[in-house]
C-alpha cells in the first residue's frame, strides 16, 4: 500500500475504508458479506445516511465504515471487492473515499475528484486508484465525472419512476 494512502487511511488509528452506495436502498448489507479478498474486517460501520434528498431516498445510500487494525495490510484489493460487493445484484453507483469528505452537494463532483480512491457502477469492474498524483489529474476527474454520470442517470430514471407511480 503506497505511503501517502495508507496515512490518509489511517487518520483515526486504524485503516478505515469508507464506502458509499446509492441505489441498495437504506438496509445495510451484514458484516459477513464485507469478508472479501481474505480479509475479515476489524471493527464494520454500517448505516444509512440521514437528511436525504428525496431523489436519493428514494433509491437509499448506505456509508461503510469498514476498519482493519493492522495498518501495513494493503487493501487496494480489498477496496476493490467491497466495491464490487455493493453493486451486486442491484443497479447502484458506489464510491470509495477519504473519511469526512461526504456531501450530499459535491457526490462525485469535480470538487471531490482527488478524494475519491474508487468507484464502481453496476455491471462494470470497479476502479481504484491508490497513487495520490493520480487523484489529483486531470485523467482522475475525468473518470470521477463518468461516476458522476452514471449517478445523475440513476437518479433520472429514479425520478420518471416516481413520477410514472403517481399518475398511474
Known sequence: MAGEIRDLLCWRGPVSVNVFVIGSGNTPL??????????????????????QPEAIER?????YDIDFDDVSLD???????????????????????????????????????????????TGAEPVVEWDTAALRGEEWRRRIAEARAALDALLSASQIRARKSRTD
Open 30 to 51: 451484514p458484516k459477513e458479506a464485507f469478508h472479501l479478498a481474505g480479509m475479515v474486517p476489524d471493527a464494520f460501520l454500517p448505516f444509512p445516511l440521514l437528511g
Open 59 to 63: 433509491l437509499g445510500l448506505v456509508s
Open 75 to 121: 487493501l487496494r484489493e480489498y477496496t476493490r471487492a467491497a466495491l464490487r460487493r455493493v453493486c451486486a445484484n442491484t443497479r447502484a453507483v458506489a464510491w470509495a473515499a477519504f473519511e469526512g469528505t461526504f456531501h450530499y452537494d459535491e457526490l462525485l463532483t469535480d470538487q471531490v475528484a482527488h478524494q475519491v480512491y474508487g468507484y464502481c457502477t
